[in-house]
């Protein structure tokens, strides 16, 4: 590749990326040709989604085999993503856990591994990205959370809270960042059918993970502030949120 087309061929950093949603994203950043630097923890899968990356034009992929909850780990990823790629114009960090609610009821342990994967080791992550996009003064920075987090339910409030903090801290990047020219894109999917939610039982209102997958690619390419994904998620969750607190806490939610 000549130094002008490495100039301006995306170079984008998915962590996260073998989830079925992130792998959505990188194929939509595939298909415009972009430099792509994967994290995940399975060596296996990463070089699977490589090699399928590459045949759907990716013009460079590079993986780094990492488990996200170990905080100590982070520095030196972002430092061999930043030495493959040279700069970073794009993230997504896209991991996380949909833990079983009754087991956190019944074990601090439980709740506390839950906090730690969806919100603390990302809110360390995201500290890290933070200083080095604003030095590089340019870049678009988003982060998978959820309708979870806008309003606490019985069925799901440890999940919802973690979602619910990474959301206000992305608020706050948000206004921080803007002032040097990077942008926050805060994700807020609902349902969606992948191997987290093999569990559940479906309903009308899940989607696949191929559709919020191109909303989220969307949602970066034009710099958004908070996209719902499916649109219909932010009329549900409006009026979720409006319902007085003595009827809501009475709800089977």
Same mark, same amino acid.
């Given at each position: 590749?000549? +130094?002008?087309?490495?100039?301006?061929? !995306?170079?984008?950093?998915?962590?996260?990326?073998?989830?079925?949603?992130?792998?959505?994203? %990188?194929?939509?950043?595939?298909?415009?040709?972009?430099? @792509?630097?994967? /994290?995940? =923890?399975? !060596? #296996?899968?990463? #070089?699977?989604?490589?090699?399928?990356?590459? /045949?759907?034009?990716? +013009?460079?992929?590079?993986?780094?085999?990492?488990?996200?909850?170990?905080?100590?780990?982070?520095?030196?990823?972002?430092?061999?993503?930043?030495?493959?790629?040279? *700069?970073?114009?794009?993230?997504?960090?896209?991991?996380?856990?949909?833990?079983?609610? &009754?087991?956190?009821? %019944?074990?601090? #342990? +439980?709740?506390?591994?839950?906090?730690?994967?969806?919100?603390?080791?990302?809110?360390? @992550?995201?500290?890290?990205?933070?200083?080095? @996009?604003? *030095?590089?003064?340019?870049?678009?920075?988003?982060?998978?959370?959820?309708?979870?987090?806008?309003?606490?339910?019985?069925?799901?409030? /440890?999940?919802?809270?973690?979602?619910?903090?990474?959301?206000?801290?992305?608020?706050?990047? *948000?206004?921080?960042?803007?002032? %040097?020219?990077? &942008?926050? /894109?805060?994700?807020?999917?609902?349902?969606?059918?992948?191997?987290?939610?093999?569990?559940? *039982?479906?309903?009308?209102?899940?989607?696949?993970?191929?559709?919020?997958? =191109?909303?989220?690619?969307?949602?970066?390419?034009?710099?958004?502030?908070?996209?719902?994904?499916? $649109?219909? $998620?932010?009329?549900?969750?409006?009026?979720?949120?409006?319902? !007085?607190?003595?009827?809501?806490?009475? @709800? !089977?939610?």
């Amino acid at each position: 590749m000549t +130094t002008a087309m490495h100039a301006t061929t !995306p170079a984008v950093l998915i962590i996260g990326a073998t989830s079925a949603i992130a792998t959505e994203v %990188a194929r939509c950043y595939a298909a415009d040709g972009a430099r @792509l630097f994967l /994290v995940a =923890r399975s !060596p #296996e899968r990463l #070089e699977a989604m490589r090699d399928d990356l590459r /045949v759907r034009g990716a +013009t460079q992929v590079d993986t780094y085999a990492l488990d996200l909850t170990d905080i100590d780990g982070h520095a030196a990823m972002l430092d061999a993503a930043k030495q493959a790629l040279g *700069r970073i114009d794009a993230v997504l960090i896209a991991y996380g856990t949909l833990g079983d609610q &009754k087991k956190s009821e %019944a074990s601090v #342990e +439980t709740t506390l591994r839950e906090w730690h994967t969806n919100a603390t080791s990302t809110i360390a @992550l995201l500290t890290l990205l933070a200083n080095d @996009l604003e *030095r590089q003064r340019h870049g678009t920075l988003a982060v998978i959370s959820s309708v979870a987090g806008d309003r606490g339910r019985r069925s799901n409030y /440890v999940y919802g809270a973690a979602k619910g903090a990474l959301s206000i801290f992305l608020q706050g990047l *948000r206004a921080r960042l803007s002032k %040097a020219g990077v &942008k926050v /894109v805060t994700v807020k999917p609902g349902m969606v059918d992948t191997p987290m939610t093999a569990h559940m *039982r479906k309903s009308p209102l899940f989607a696949s993970p191929q559709r919020v997958g =191109r909303d989220i690619y969307e949602a970066m390419q034009k710099g958004k502030e908070t996209v719902y994904t499916p $649109w219909y $998620w932010q009329f549900v969750m409006l009026v979720i949120k409006a319902v !007085p607190e003595r009827i809501f806490k009475r @709800l !089977p939610l």
